[in-house]
T-cell receptor, first 113, second 114 residues
């Protein structure tokens, strides 16, 4: 019940295209859903996050879509660029306590020119 | 501003040797601290977390241990390394708050056990 399932494992997108990564969760107590971006040899960095009281959050070319009833959320990268090539992790956590974050298994995105 | 420091960046150690990785946080007080391991091309595995000085919780049984001797210092140790301990070790911090800002990760230590 603590798992966050992420797909696809890898993704190749043409420059200018839309990259879509999907995640699903079971634990309805989760109330914070961040996405992390990790470049090779670096630590993950917080990219964008959403709470379940909104269905969509947009920051620049990055958008999170959230479907509370389906317990699913996704990351959309519009106008994908080669610089977006990285591994993306979705995550979920419960506010309060020691803030344990459950991570998805990661999606390696490659944007080709 | 808050910063997190991890060192060393890379480390090659023989099997059976000891290990000490250090992580320090600046610009915040009483952070929650975490050690994660990431195997090559794999996800993030939580190893230890700490909510305060001397308070360590282990998520995965193994030959690693963690200590928090100071509020903003977190150390990952091993008495005898195994080949399977190779990986990318990440320290992270968060502040316990109703407003949840997620984790901030360090730059990681690439450990190769030979």
């Amino acid at each position: 019940q603590q798992q966050v399932k992420q797909s696809p494992q890898s993704l190749i997108v043409q420059k200018g295209g839309i990259s879509i990564i999907n995640c699903a969760y079971e634990n309805t107590a989760f109330d914070y859903f961040p996405w992390y971006q990790q470049f090779p040899g670096k630590g993950p960095a917080l990219l964008i996050a959403i709470r379940p009281d909104v269905s969509e959050k947009k920051e620049g070319r990055f958008t999170i879509s959230f479907n509370k009833s389906a317990k699913q959320f996704s990351l959309h990268i519009m106008d994908s660029q080669p610089g977006d090539s990285a591994t993306y992790f979705c995550a979920a956590s419960i506010t309060g306590g020691y803030q344990k974050v459950t991570f998805g298994t990661g999606t390696k995105l490659q944007v080709i020119p | 501003s808050q910063t997190i420091h991890q060192w060393p960046a890379t480390l090659v150690q023989p099997v059976g040797s000891p290990l000490s990785l250090e992580c320090t946080v600046e610009g915040t007080s009483n952070p929650n601290l975490y050690w994660y391991r990431q195997a090559a091309g794999r996800g993030l595995q939580l190893l230890f977390y700490s909510v305060g000085i001397g308070q360590i919780s282990s998520e995965v049984p193994q030959n690693l241990s963690a200590s928090r001797p100071q509020d903003r210092q977190f150390i990952l140790s091993s008495k005898k390394l195994l080949l399977s301990d190779s990986g990318f070790y990440l320290c992270a911090w968060s502040v316990m708050s109703r407003i949840n800002y997620g984790y901030t990760f360090g730059s990681g230590t690439r450990l190769t056990v030979v």
